[in-house]
């Protein structure tokens, strides 16, 4: 679990990036004393600090200065000001990216999630597996009962999402958000057939009715 | 200054002249001159004020051209009274003194108006980045709780996002060259980063994206590329037509990377098509239903042109659209790792 410190003064944003974290698997550190930000930070040590740069007391390129003077934890500069002087900046001081508001938050998860994997070595096993099916992420492949099938990059996005929402209910659209997430733009025709496929590959290694369809509602695993 | 326009200035010297002529004719005569003399006199009149009238007429044009000339040669034309060289005559210094207080007054209207303009700015600069944590908020709130709801909220958002943007880039969008920061950025990085951020309004609109191996790199300023990327985005999904489709495409000859963005929609019809980069213009398109502000475009092409990006578009009414882009070739060395 790796935990994030979100330093941010407005209330709303604080919260619902606390929200948006939680539910893609962080814990959240809510700095509360923006006086006394520097020890805060020293208090509870955190894997990543999302640090908005116009604050209340001091602002973010000084306690990013602050924070390198005892650490080297990774930090990404949030911002509403997107000049290039703000930008270079904060690399300057130590940041380690930047990113600006209003941010889509697909790219700020991805951007928390490469820059976590580029600091700490990957913790994650690149296998998903759940009712003895299993899915290996670094060559694609579905297995079952020592069968294999070979998934292509739409096919094993969408199972990634299925198996990590396993037991409940998948609404098409986020499915297919998740994918655009992901740089594959899939429509509504084009998933329900890689889904077909996919059905097609469970039944060869020997897997029926594994994944349902609930009718206007989305898919089920 | 034109010889017949002199002298009909010159008129009450010449009819007080003739006068005092007559006068001395009249006098001279009634004491008894023989009238050859008289005449020798008038003669010689005659030729001094005529001298004297020729001579004062080059004078004075000589003068008032070299005054024209100095005006031609100055970059700014409103600082004559300030380089030209002070007059020595008095109607000439009264006039002088007329245009330095007329300048004067003028340049203190100018510098109070540029310093207001400023100021607009600068509060249209901070209102637009103050707008933006309430619109980040919203993106979250919505993002967090997800239903059909929301996520029309998100298309709408986003085209607020967009128009934040446009107001920002046009005040901004004068002096570029303080705020721009050329990199190596790879093109399908920027268009992904495009698409991700109009994800919803895509989704929204069924748009089905298509993109074609732009894996070149350009050297261009992330930012600016991506807010005219999303300008061009909102125009294909504004004027977007059946079955919607935006695709991608890289085009490269010779070194020079060309960008093709390619949409199906309604298209521009040709009498249109030469004048869609005017500020303001709106079009046949912008009539009939589709509000448009006529600024998006004409931004683009400003800042292609800040950038040294060439844009080109190709329409046809009913046929969709060809926004094509071409970045200016990195003739600088690469830094070796």
Known sequence: MYQIMVIEDDPVIQEELSVLLKSNGYEVILPKDFFNIISEIQKSPSHLILLDINLPVQDGFKICSGIRTFSNVPIIFVTSRNTDMDELNSIMLGGDDFITKPYNTSILLARIASLLKRTYASEHAEVLTYQEVTLHLENSKIEYQGNSAELTKNELKIMVFLFRNAGKIVPRADLVEYLWDSQLYVDDNALSVNITRIREKLKSIGVTDFIQTKHRQGYLI | ?337
């Open chain 2, 1 to 337: 200054m034109r010889y017949k326009e002199y002298l009909r200035d010159q008129l009450p010297a010449i009819v007080t002249h003739i006068l005092s002529m007559l006068l001395c004719v009249v006098f001279l005569s009634a004491i008894d001159i023989q009238a050859s003399i008289i005449s020798i006199l008038l003669v010689f009149w005659i030729l001094i004020v005529a001298i004297y009238i020729h001579i004062r007429f080059f004078l004075r044009k000589r003068y008032f051209a070299e005054l024209l000339l100095q005006l031609e040669r100055l970059d700014k034309k409103y600082l004559i009274s300030e380089v030209m060289e002070h007059p020595i005559l008095t109607e000439d210094k009264i006039y002088h003194r007329l245009l330095k207080a007329a300048n004067k007054s003028m340049m203190e209207q100018v510098s109070e108006s540029k310093q207001e303009r400023k100021e607009y700015k600068e509060y249209i600069e901070q209102w637009i980045h103050d707008v933006k944590t309430p619109i980040s908020a919203m993106k979250l709130l919505c993002e967090n709780n997800k239903s059909d709801i929301t996520r029309k909220l998100m298309a709408e958002l986003t085209k607020v996002s967009h128009y934040t943007d446009q107001a920002l880039y046009y005040a901004r969008s004068e002096n570029v060259e303080k705020d721009y920061f050329i990199k190596e950025v790879s093109l399908s990085e920027i268009i992904h980063a495009a698409v991700a951020e109009n994800k919803q309004l895509l989704l929204q609109n069924h748009i089905s994206i298509e993109i074609n191996d732009c894996d070149n790199t350009v050297y261009t300023d992330e930012k600016w590329i991506g807010f005219i990327l999303n300008q061009l985005i909102a125009n294909a999904v504004k004027y977007s037509g059946k079955e919607p489709k935006i695709g991608f495409e890289e085009n490269s000859k010779q070194g020079q990377v060309v960008l093709i963005i390619r949409d199906n929609g309604v298209g521009i019809s040709e009498s249109d098509l030469p004048r869609i980069f005017e500020k303001g213009f709106t079009g046949e398109n912008g009539r009939t239903g589709k509000s448009s502000t006529g600024i998006g475009l004409f931004l683009c092409k400003r800042l292609c042109e800040k950038l040294g990006i060439g844009i080109a578009v190709k329409s046809e009414s009913g046929q969709g659209t060809q926004v094509e882009l071409y970045f200016p070739k990195g003739d600088f060395v690469k830094v070796q790792e």
